[in-house]
């Protein structure tokens, strides 16, 4: 039986959800074949250390985006990158005795931490196994690609990104796979309509615009409520799911507007594990471009209103989507009721933006991910 163990650290929910995703695709297709464990690479080493740093990491995005910018690029070389480092030599020795009692064949990594770390015991031929990492953004950064000569597989979200890689950091090419970032097997299920109308006592005969707030960041409070007001302006024509998310002061923002408007086309949620049976319905997604919220909207066909990206990571995923065409970035300085009306008053332009969903959606990236990696050899 082969072993295969799965390394994430949870600085944002997307390395967790991609992790997650390919652990349940393989303990539900090869279970017969393969034994999986999932790890929090950061957190096996101190539960402190953990618990800080992604402290630090969500009040940074959230209270001090630009600085949270400065550090993102900063990370890509110079003091930063040193510091990473030896961080990643202390863990990798205690990561160590978890890889000498696990054995595993194969490392499958969704972090850039878990890839240097593996990478570097590699290096030192304390392990022998195979490693393969999964970008989990639209766009690649140095740090994923320390140690590359000893990492077997690269699983990236799009042809752009993977010619890059094999470009511009001298991957080969044969190692790279533009499969998209790994989904939930729910969004390859059959989904019943009827049954999330009833649900959420949502009118089929209306279109549906689903608006995520920006969960636990709640990143651009104000504006954000005033993105939702200029929507609210279009009841007329459209129905709207505004999540809150864990946020507080989100959710009480949106629970006033519903209360002004006395609108029963304006549904507020904190929190739901309905998001694709609610993208199945929508015309239209508003959101953070987060790496596994915008996959999971470009594999749904679901044209996206980006607001609020996080400096970094996030702003490259905007600019990636809108060049696609099937994303309008609503950037700050944006006069948001034109922006907005423009988009809603033009159904062409959403079709095409749904059009193009359909160019860059990795729908079937978690099974592919897995074909590739238990079935190549």
Avoid at 56 to 71: G, Q
Wanted: proline content about 4%; aromatic content about 10%.
């Amino acid at each position: 039986m082969k072993k295969v163990l799965i390394l994430y650290a949870k600085y944002g929910g997307g390395h967790l959800s991609a992790a997650t995703a390919i652990q349940t695709y393989l303990e539900e297709n090869y279970y017969y074949t393969v034994e999986v464990k999932c790890v929090d690479c950061v957190e096996y080493y101190n539960q402190f250390l953990s618990d800080m740093t992604t402290n630090a990491y969500k009040n940074l995005a959230k209270n001090a985006p630009n600085l949270w910018k400065k550090i993102y690029y900063g990370s890509k070389k110079g003091l930063l990158a040193k510091i990473s480092g030896k961080a990643n030599s202390m863990m990798a020795k205690k990561l160590l005795s978890l890889l000498t009692d696990f054995s595993p064949d194969m490392v499958v990594s969704t972090h850039p931490f878990s890839s240097q770390i593996i990478s570097l015991l590699k290096e030192q031929k304390k392990i022998n196994c195979d490693l393969a990492t999964v970008l989990t953004d639209f766009a690649p950064h140095d740090q994923w690609l320390v140690g590359k000569e000893y990492c077997d597989y690269y699983f990236v979200s799009n042809n752009k990104m993977r010619q890059d890689l094999i470009d511009n950091y001298g991957v080969p090419s044969e190692k790279v796979f533009a499969t998209g970032v790994p989904l939930s097997s729910k969004f390859s299920e059959k989904i019943d309509d009827e049954k999330t109308y009833s649900n959420y006592q949502l009118n089929p005969d209306k279109k549906t615009i689903l608006f995520f707030g920006g969960g636990e960041f709640g990143l651009g409070k104000k504006r954000t409520v005033l993105i939702l007001k200029s929507l609210a302006k279009h009841l007329d024509e459209y129905q709207i799911v505004a999540v809150s998310g864990r946020n507080k002061k989100m959710n009480n923002e949106f629970l006033n507007l519903y209360e002004k408007l006395q609108n029963e086309d304006l549904h507020v949620l904190k929190y739901t594990k309905d998001v694709p049976s609610l993208m199945h319905i929508s015309s239209l997604v508003v959101t953070k471009p987060g790496g596994l919220t915008s996959s999971e909207s470009l594999a749904s066909n679901l044209p996206i209103l980006i607001i609020n990206p996080i400096p970094g990571q996030e702003e490259e995923n905007a600019e990636f989507l809108e060049a696609s065409g099937s994303a309008v970035w609503l950037k700050k300085d944006d006069n948001i009721d034109d922006v907005i009306n423009n988009l809603l008053n033009d159904p062409q332009k959403l079709e095409q933006m749904k059009i193009n969903t359909t160019q860059i959606a990795k729908p079937n990236s978690t099974m592919d991910i897995c074909e590739i990696l238990l079935e190549s050899k």
